[in-house]
């Protein structure tokens, strides 16, 4: 399989989506270990770490050659979770202002939910429920940038340019966030045309943040810096920290969400383009 990465990228990609799709289908479907005691679904993410791990073997790298560079784990991971919580503290004050506005008070509240696409519905405030809550999303994220970042982005790009390689894999972690509304619509849970609406939104949104996550792989060199910005989104915007109105809790998470993204987004690309033509002039000059 070494031997064949640079001839057949595209291959080995779309196989170890597809493989890692289907698990994710199974356990959707099939297991809902979410609908467990556990409340998360959480195998296909560990199976997925799994494959990355015999893939990687195959292909003679090591986890650092896709970003999981041990001397900068520290510093860059609180790079990323900087990056997550300074956007959402600006999107957290947008969403009590539209609140506000709409004569809806809201306060913050701190428990653990699992992310659904009506709202959260059960409170835990256990400190285990916080434990386990973080070391899920690790699972989650690990997996995540190491296969759509890490993996993904270092194969394409053997055949690729970067921005290509960075978009292809951005749409396919697009396409991985639509089992959600597809199981919601099985489920009876929306109608056809929201879930319709809820692929197209998930795909773009997830799109948008599998470019900037490989944006900061780029210009960093390293998985760390996404992969904080991630674990902030999934953990503490995501599942910890709540906004709860005279109507109900989380009703505009997706803008939340939608708002800090975009945000953190456009910051990303402007450093990127601006080190960039930065580089490209001092080319120049020399």
Known sequence: MGRNIKCKPNNLCIAIFTLCLAVRFVEYFLIGTDNTAIGEN?????????????????????????????????????????????????SYGLELAILTMQGNSAHFEIYISSFSLNGSQVKNT?????????????????????????????????TKSFMTANFIAAFLFGIWH???????YINGEMSFAAMVLMVIGYIILSGIMGVKWGLLYRMTGNIWVGLGDHLFNNTIATNMLHVISLTGADELQIVRIMI???????????????????????????
Not at 131 to 158: D, H, P, Q, S, Y
Not at 178 to 184: E, G, H, Q
Not at 260 to 285: C, D, E, M, P, R
Request: net charge positive; hydrophobic share 55%; charged share 15%.
């Open 178 to 184: 639509i089992v959600m509304p597809i199981r919601s």
């Open 126 to 158: 256990d400190f285990v429920f916080f434990v386990l809550c973080a070391f899920f999303n690790i699972v989650n994220v690990w997996m995540e940038e190491g296969i759509f970042r890490g993996l993904f982005i270092k194969t394409l790009a053997e």
């Open 260 to 286: 800090a993204q975009l945000i953190s987004f456009a910051f990303v690309l402007i450093i990127y383009y601006l080190g960039n033509k930065k580089t490209n002039k001092l080319q120049f000059v020399e």
């Open 42 to 90: 959480i195998l296909h993410k560990a199976i997925g770490i799994i494959i990355l791990a015999v893939i990687l073997k195959r292909l003679h790298f090591t986890w650092g050659d896709i970003g999981f560079q041990r001397k900068c784990f520290v510093s860059s991971t609180l790079k990323g979770l900087l990056l997550g919580s300074v956007c959402f503290a600006v």
